[in-house]
């Protein structure tokens, strides 16, 4: 009975992160549909800006990456609740970048945002390290690709 429950348990809060992590990516999403045309293709971009059809598949492997991330860190014994309000901190800020990028068309203040969610990252990756070592390296492919956007963000900032 134990067994059955506890199996229950891992499956119901994996169920959780994955809608709270996906969250983040409806948020954007829709922002990203809703305003990002015209305004988007306009833009001057650097010869490093991959295709558009790139982004979904991309993201859709880290948000997965990060949910299971933050489930193994969950089922961990020497887990702490400060990683994961850290974790839930930066999964708003992650929302909220695609908000001022795309839906207010801030360009300077999406890299501010990006900036904080790198950090925000990087305390994770930190803290994951000291109790779970695959949480910490499922979190590397997303802070990676993250600077790759902070190196796009930039350089759209700087062509516009």
């Known amino acids: 009975m134990y067994n059955t429950n506890m199996l229950k348990n891992k499956f119901y809060s994996l169920i959780l992160f994955l809608i709270i ?7 954007g ?5 809703s305003f990002k045309e015209p305004w988007y ?3 001057v971009k650097s010869n490093y800006n991959p295709p558009d059809w790139i982004f979904a598949p991309v993201w859709t492997t880290l948000y997965i990456m990060m949910t299971l991330a ?3 860190f969950w089922h961990s014994k020497k ?3 400060n990683t994961i309000y850290i974790y839930f901190i930066h999964i708003v ?3 909220t970048w695609s908000i001022v990028f795309f839906g207010l068309h801030q360009i300077f203040f999406a890299l501010v945002v990006l900036v904080i969610l790198i950090t925000l990252i990087i305390i994770l990756i930190i803290r994951f390290k000291r109790v779970n070592f695959v949480s910490y390296y499922l979190m590397i492919p997303y802070l990676l690709w993250c600077f790759y956007a902070l190196f796009l963000n930039y350089n759209l900032m700087v062509l516009n």
Do not use: C, E, H, P
Request: charged residues 10%; glycine residues 4%.
């Open 41 to 43: 293709s306009s833009l």
């Open 93 to 95: 800020f992650n929302a």
């Open 29 to 33: 999403g829709l922002v990203s549909i």
């Open 79 to 81: 887990r702490d609740v």
């Open 70 to 72: 933050i489930w193994f």
């Open 21 to 27: 992590t996906f969250s983040a990516s409806f948020t």
